[in-house]
Nanobody
Framework: QVQLVESGGGLVQAGGSLRLSCKAS????????MAWYRQAPGTQRELVAG???????DYADSVEGRFTISRDNAKNMLYLQMNSLKPEDTAIYYC????????WGQGTQVTVSS
């Protein structure tokens, strides 16, 4: 049974930082493409950052230079370090594993106040 459990969300002022974590179980974590997505109210879910096992990361233009995705394969953990946060970063952030089979976490709320 695949489980992805996010944590680390919260309320922060603009310019602040948060670090999201995603604990994965039930998958061969080391070879999977892992990613962070987000969804703000009234918008479609969008890719924030993605990372293959041992590969380069890709980022949405809106977060490039502010966010850093990383993984610890030994601990089956995925992270998203978010710096210089802006109110427009407010959203529910989801951890995703795959393709070919896609699995999603339940999401963690990030709220950035101005």
């Amino acid at each position: 049974q695949v489980q992805l459990v996010e944590s680390g969300g919260g309320l922060v002022q603009a310019g602040g930082s948060l670090r999201l974590s995603c604990k994965a179980s039930g998958i061969i974590f080391g070879i999977n493409y892992m990613a962070w997505y987000r969804q703000a109210p009234g918008t479609q879910r969008e890719l924030v950052a993605g990372l293959v096992g041992g590969g380069a990361a890709d980022y949405a233009d809106s977060v490039e230079g502010r966010f850093t995705i990383s993984r610890d394969n030994a601990k089956n953990m995925l992270y998203l370090q978010m710096n210089s946060l802006k109110p427009e970063d407010t959203a529910i952030y989801y951890c995703k594993s795959g393709p070919p089979q896609n699995y999603w976490g339940q999401g963690t709320q990030v709220t950035v106040s101005s």
